[in-house]
């Protein structure tokens, strides 16, 4: 069984960050979206990763129907490796040009934008580039462990960091020293990108809000640091367009600013929950909930 269950997640892997958006550079974009959407309904193909999600949703959420929550949260899944190939491959413009925002985008100028694991949201930088915003990211390279273990996601880790330095060059900061570097961007021109529900790392200092009705932890940095700052910052999401297009729209609301972490860290716990409530197969990290709300 679990030499079956190795080759599966190989197979699924090798579809998922390989053969799929390598089949997608080729096509015209909205034929790619259209093989995505097929591939979405099919029910062996991501099977265990769309139950461990499904799962996990439940324990938080009222997910809905469970097959059409998976073939969303495999959307989302496919999009993301689909729309990195693109974008190295020459296609930015056609990936660009699926997504619609609320707001002129360059509303985010100067200021830092907060976001989450949330959508197929992997052009969000060649959006701000493209714009003229001089983007900044903490990123986190891709471990070498994973490579002995799943390769193909392992290539897609790394086809990523590619991606990040070479749309940011020096506005990426590796996590690690990523506070010391967020301080220092924070002051510079160029709109600074932070993502805010991953699980703080053990030991590090956290801040706690409710999320979905139950006390969720986050890292406590970044909050210090833009209370600190007194800059000002804006919530978005890049998010699957409700219409079953797999287009996407960027969602910005703000500016805001606050002189209390907690404060902040309620309005941006507020924002999440929002966003998990109206449709919950979007976030993509369901299978850290059990840390994010311990």
């Known amino acids: 069984m679990q030499a079956w269950n190795s080759i599966t997640r190989q197979v699924n892997d ?3 960050y390989l053969l799929v958006p390598g089949l997608s550079v080729l096509l015209p974009s909205a034929w790619s979206r259209s093989l995505l959407a097929r591939l979405s309904r099919w029910g062996w193909f991501l099977e265990k990763n769309a139950d461990v999600a499904w799962i996990m949703a439940r324990q938080f959420v009222d997910p809905g129907d469970e097959r059409m929550w998976k073939s969303r949260w495999k959307q989302v899944e496919l999009l993301e490796p689909r729309d990195l190939y693109m974008m190295l491959c020459g296609r930015s413009r056609a990936v660009l040009a699926e997504n619609d925002c609320n707001v002129p985008i360059e509303v985010v100028k100067d200021r830092v934008i907060i976001g989450m694991h949330w959508g ?3 052009s969000i930088l060649k959006l701000l580039q493209a714009a003229g915003m001089n983007p900044a990211l903490p990123y986190r390279p891709p471990q070498k462990k994973i490579l002995r273990i799943r390769p193909f ?12 330095l070479k749309t940011l060059n020096e506005r990426a900061v590796p996590v690690g020293g990523a506070s010391k570097g967020l301080r220092a961007m924070i002051d510079q021109p160029g709109s600074v990108i932070v993502v805010m529900d991953a699980p703080p790392m053990e030991g590090r200092p956290v801040i706690r809000s409710p999320v979905l009705g139950k006390n969720a932890a986050f890292n ?4 210090t640091i833009l209370v600190d700052k007194r800059k000002e910052y804006m919530f978005y999401a890049l998010s699957l367009h409700p219409d079953g297009s797999l287009r996407k729209k960027l969602e910005l609301q703000g500016p805001f600013r606050s002189d209390n972490a907690q404060a902040f860290l309620q309005d941006y716990a507020g924002f ?5 409530s109206s449709d919950p ?14």
């Open 14 to 16: 090798c579809l998922l």
């Open 120 to 122: 197929p949201s992997i």
């Open 153 to 164: 996601y392992y290539l897609f880790l790394t086809m990523a960091t590619r991606y990040i």
């Open 220 to 223: 406590a940095g970044f909050p």
């Open 272 to 276: 999440l929950d929002r966003h998990l």
């Open 281 to 294: 197969a979007q976030w993509r990290i369901w299978h850290a909930a059990g840390q994010f709300w311990s």
